[in-house]
């Protein structure tokens, strides 16, 4: 079991870590606001997350998105947030400058981004079904697939955020630090924009 688990976390790995929204807005979130400032919004991403490998796991996502409607509306809901999202990001004040009256998102906006995230559900999916843990094994090696999911989902995240924080400290200058928060705003787009497509 623990050479199949090794192998689970290998494919894991590279699903959830490429680029996506929820990576993608935690590079963004940590350009634009630092890692301090958004520690409650990666919160909310890790949490999201989990909650995403749950509602795998369970079956309840296979359920939900079975009822006619489900999907196209989850879809809608889930692209205007992100264009919420990268537009907060776009706008942002570079970290060097005053951000006493910026908004950073909350706990809650996280939580939501990873929860419409369209990437995580197609790579946890992909990953859990995958895996070649058997699926009449018992309920330690289900509950091992989600700590494992979850473990690298918060690693992957923070990884993330710490990485668009330490752009924005080599920008330094409050022009490189606005095209940087610019060019994750677009990428955000286009990573939502290729998850619908898929």
Not at 71 to 84: Q, T
Not at 91 to 107: I, N
Not at 125 to 138: K, M, P, T
Request: proline fraction near 5%.
């Amino acid at each position: 079991m623990a050479g199949d688990l090794a192998l689970f976390v290998l494919a894991a790995l590279p699903l959830m870590g490429s680029p996506g929204p929820a990576t993608l807005s935690l590079a963004g979130m940590g350009a634009a606001h630092g890692v301090a400032r958004s520690l409650g919004y990666a919160a909310g991403v890790n949490i999201g997350t989990i909650a995403v490998v749950l509602l795998i796991a369970t079956g309840v996502t296979a359920v939900l998105l079975g009822i006619p409607g489900m999907k196209s509306a989850a879809m809608v809901l889930a692209g205007v947030y992100m264009l919420y999202l990268a537009w907060h990001i776009a706008t942002a004040p570079p970290v060097s400058a005053d951000e006493r009256g910026s908004h950073v998102p909350s706990f809650l906006g996280g939580f939501i981004l990873a929860i419409a995230n369209p990437k995580a559900y197609a790579a946890i999916g992909a990953v859990y079904a995958g895996s070649l843990i058997e699926a009449d094994q018992d309920t330690r090696a289900a509950v091992a697939r989600v700590l494992i999911l979850s473990a690298v989902a918060i690693a992957v995240n923070t990884t993330w955020l710490a990485f668009g924080a330490a752009i924005a400290t080599i920008l330094g200058d409050p022009t490189k630090a606005r095209v940087a928060n610019l060019i994750f705003a677009v990428l955000l787009l286009a990573s939502v924009a290729l998850s619908a497509l898929a």
